[in-house]
């Protein structure tokens, strides 16, 4: 008689109860951080170290925990995307778009220019570049709406440079990922920057534009089970398809999500994917935490690095950002820098996709994910003290 794979002391059992120890793990440490004030992804990164071979050591890193932790980056990059319509670009204003540029290219720059000060190979520095550029806007959106200035003129300047933010760096994630994969020849080089750039481009425009001239493409009754469905896999679709051409899953992901946000059902698609994101992103913060080598952060070299790397980001990113916005009263411009410092779940991603393709070491690895979690701790309470100071007519009343 064959056994069922369920079967007491099988693999597939023994997987269930890893998948859920590590999601309520993980849930745990976000309803714990949420009640402290603090960004939930901490608490889920903090729950896999403590479940983790570091600490407990009651879940190992196993190939069905990586499926899920590469469908929750899948699934968070998506909902990213829907967040991101290239049309909103012409309507954030000079002051936003080079708050945007300015607060990609001084931090990749800066972290470039570190890693070959350290000695690492250019495949490296352009990770560590990388890992730098894009902010965290959901951090920040959080605190906006806390102190209540979303709809402020700073606010609206953060949130839009933030599109241009996420754009500029996921075409320099995807540059950087074929790099590492097809070597630093000059015509390799070429290739894989063309490629990079056609990719991102044909969806970003060509996708999106298609998806304006026709935006009810998703809508019943031709997919009568729910507009969901054909966005799922749309975006499996373009992940495996940046995959397979040796760039990041999560780009496609992202330009699906850029796609699906020019349709008319957006809205809908948003609040049937809400439990698609509530779900699989936590097995990707956990497994990151799973993967951090504590021994690595004890070591003064290594503590060293971290506070070198993160100084570096904060600093570089608050500069490009404030510089952009120096067309805003000085204390908006403060705010908007402040604004953009943290990394939290990109960097976070960007590291994942660098020790995954060997290009980071542990040291590294550890480094990245430890700037990410700090720059994502220290903004919102210095945000809440630069939002009193932002001129009246420009702040929105507190909510009550």
């Known amino acids: 008689m064959t056994e069922l794979p369920l079967a007491a002391g099988g693999a597939a059992a023994q997987a269930l109860v ?26 889920e990164i903090l729950a896999g170290v403590l479940v983790g071979p570091a600490v407990l050591g009651l879940v190992d890193l196993t190939a069905a925990l ?7 980056v899948v699934f968070l990059l998506f909902w990213v995307g829907l967040e991101t319509r290239v049309t909103e670009l012409r309507a954030v204003g000079s002051s936003a778009f080079l708050v945007g540029v300015l607060g990609v290219v001084l931090p990749f720059a800066g972290g470039f220019g570190l890693g070959l000060a350290l000695g690492e190979s250019g495949s490296t520095s352009a990770f560590l570049g990388a890992a730098l550029v894009a902010t965290s806007v959901g951090i920040t959106s959080a605190v906006l709406v806390e102190i209540g200035a979303l709809a402020s003129r700073a606010g609206r300047t953060i949130i839009g440079a933030a599109i241009v933010d996420d754009i500029i760096a996921m075409l320099i994630l995807a540059v950087a990922v074929g790099v590492a994969a097809g070597g630093t020849d000059l015509v390799g080089l070429a290739v894989v920057v063309a490629l990079a750039l056609g990719f991102v481009a ?3 425009l060509g996708g999106t534009a298609l998806m304006r001239r026709r935006p009810g493409m998703l809508a019943a009754p031709r997919f009568s089970e729910s507009p969901l469905l054909p966005a799922v896999i749309l975006c499996l679709g373009l992940a495996a ?18 796609m699906v946000a020019e349709t008319t059902e ?5 609040e049937e994917v809400a439990p698609l994101y509530a779900f699989f992103p936590p097995f990707f913060f956990a497994s990151i935490g799973m993967q951090i080598d504590l021994g690595a952060l004890v070591d003064a070299g290594t503590l060293a690095l971290l506070v070198a790397v993160t100084a570096l980001a904060a600093a570089t990113k608050f500069l490009g950002a404030w510089l952009g916005a120096r067309g805003l009263d000085e204390a908006e411009a403060r705010f ?18 660098a020790r995954a ?3 980071i070491g542990e040291e590294m690895f550890a480094v990245v994910v430890g700037m990410s979690v700090l720059t994502t701790l220290a903004v919102p309470p210095v945000l809440r003290v630069l939002g ?6 420009d702040a929105a009343p507190q909510p009550s």
């Open 66 to 72: 990586e499926v899920f932790a590469e469908l929750g």
């Open 336 to 353: 908007v820098g402040a604004g953009m410092v943290p990394r939290g779940e990109v960097g976070i991603i960007v590291a994942g996709i």
């Open 388 to 393: 009193k100071r932002l001129p009246v007519q």
């Open 202 to 204: 044909f969806f970003a």
């Open 357 to 359: 393709s060997g290009v």
């Open 266 to 270: 957006q809205h809908p698609i948003e």
């Open 241 to 258: 398809l940046a995959a397979e051409i040796g760039l990041a899953a999560i780009i496609g992901a992202f330009l699906a999500g850029m």
């Open 18 to 43: 890893d998948l859920f120890v590590v999601l309520l793990a993980a849930k745990l440490g976000d309803e714990l951080f949420k009640r402290l004030g603090q960004p939930a992804i901490v608490g």
